[in-house]
């Protein structure tokens, strides 16, 4: 069974740099089937994609975020990470770490999600 | 950028009764639109994938049609555990998420 789990400081500064990790267990990041997605929920409102990164390294980012996005991956340790720039209380959200299927539409599997509040 | 609109936007049922949520895609995503419920304080699960296949351990009671523009998620018989917020998402061109329509108790 896949599991996903976020981990990073639940409170960054505006302006400052937000970081997450998600690591997986149960499976293997190097599968050519799957990407890895960053997806985020603001308080009461919808679903909105960061962005996803293949094992190889090749990411695909959110247009409206693109300019201030990272994804990276550390095979090694089966993990992959987000960077968020200059943020602002607007990126205040749930963040989610997920696995999505490149043959099909869909996310299979999700982590448990993080609450990361942007205040000074 | 391709926009996903979710109607209604909120749908008011009571148990036992035929829920019929809309997708409509700004431009053609194929069959490449999934659905999700999510219940608060939890992550998103899928339902359906390619438009209308059932995810793994999902109810037959839940079933998707549709191509190109316009997508159904359809709950045949609603029970007390489907009252919840769905979402549709395509990745025909990136990634995208509709807005999401609510399923409450009448």
């Known amino acids: 069974q896949v599991q996903l789990q976020e981990s990073g400081p639940g409170l960054v500064k505006p302006s400052q740099t937000l970081s997450l990790t998600c690591t997986v267990s149960?499976?293997?990041?190097?599968?050519?089937?799957?990407?890895w997605s960053w997806i985020r929920q603001p308080p009461g409102k919808g679903l909105e994609w960061i962005g996803y990164?293949?094992?190889?390294?090749?990411?695909y980012y959110n247009p409206s975020l693109k300019s201030r996005v990272t994804i990276s991956v550390d095979t090694s340790k089966n993990q992959f990470s987000l960077k968020l720039s200059s943020v602002t209380a607007a990126d205040t959200a749930v963040y989610y770490c997920a696995r999505d299927v490149t043959t099909s539409s869909d996310v299979d599997y999700w982590g448990q999600g993080t609450l990361v509040t942007v205040s000074s | 950028e391709i926009v996903l609109t979710q109607s209604p936007a909120t749908l008011s049922l009571s148990p036992g009764e035929r829920a019929t949520l809309s997708c409509r895609a700004s431009?053609?995503?194929?069959?490449?639109l999934a659905w999700y419920q999510q219940k608060p304080g939890q992550a998103p699960r899928l339902l359906i994938y390619?438009?209308?296949n059932r995810a793994t351990g999902i109810p037959a009671r839940f079933s998707g049609s549709g191509s190109g523009t316009d997508f159904t998620l359809t709950i045949s018989s609603l029970e007390p555990e489907d009252f919840a917020v769905y979402y549709c998402q395509q990745r025909s061109n990136l990634f995208t998420f509709g807005p999401g329509t609510k399923v409450d108790i009448k």
């Open positions: 390619d438009a209308s």
């Open positions: 990164i293949y094992y190889s390294g090749s990411t």
């Open positions: 431009q053609s995503v194929s069959s490449y």
């Open positions: 149960g499976g293997s990041i190097s599968s050519g089937d799957y990407y």
